[in-house]
């Protein structure tokens, strides 16, 4: 990759990489399955410590991408029922359920 560029591992194998159809469910479910703890701080974290000049382009995709998933899960219902994987006590309701209660991630303590 050349400088600032991110790196594409997809393209590196002769595929046309992942488009945002695919890659936007399995990054909802990777925030959502991850365990943060406050992930709108992470995500503000990240935003506020990025140059403005260097959001532009895939950067800013990626981060915008990060912003809409954070925003997105902290919205989720809690449902008895909700999948997680066999053996695992994650799922996007319990993320759900802490950041209902964080007003970092937009939740019922927010201003």
Same mark, same amino acid.
């Given at each position: 990759? $050349?400088?600032?560029?991110? /790196? #594409? /591992?997809?393209?590196?194998? %002769?595929s046309?990489?992942? %488009?945002? *159809?695919?890659? =936007?469910?399995?990054?909802?479910?990777?925030?959502?399955i991850?365990?943060? $703890?406050? /992930?709108?701080?992470c995500?503000?974290?990240?935003?506020? =410590?990025?140059p403005? &000049?260097?959001?532009?382009?895939?950067l800013?995709?990626?981060c915008?991408?990060?912003?809409g998933a &954070?925003?997105? &899960?902290?919205?989720?219902?809690?449902? $008895?029922?909700?999948? @997680?994987?066999?053996?695992? *006590?994650? $799922?996007?309701?319990?993320? !759900?359920a @802490?950041? !209902?209660? #964080?007003? !970092?991630?937009?939740g019922?303590?927010?201003?």
């Open positions: 990759a $050349s400088p600032g560029q991110l /790196p #594409n /591992p997809s393209a590196a194998a %002769g046309d990489g992942v %488009g945002a *159809d695919d890659f =936007l469910p399995l990054f909802l479910w990777s925030v959502a991850s365990g943060m $703890s406050r /992930p709108a701080t995500e503000a974290f990240i935003k506020g =410590l990025t403005t &000049v260097d959001l532009r382009g895939e800013a995709y990626y915008t991408t990060l912003e &954070v925003f997105y &899960v902290s919205k989720l219902e809690v449902r $008895s029922d909700a999948c @997680s994987p066999a053996g695992s *006590d994650d $799922s996007p309701g319990a993320l !759900a @802490s950041a !209902a209660g #964080n007003p !970092a991630a937009g019922a303590g927010a201003q």
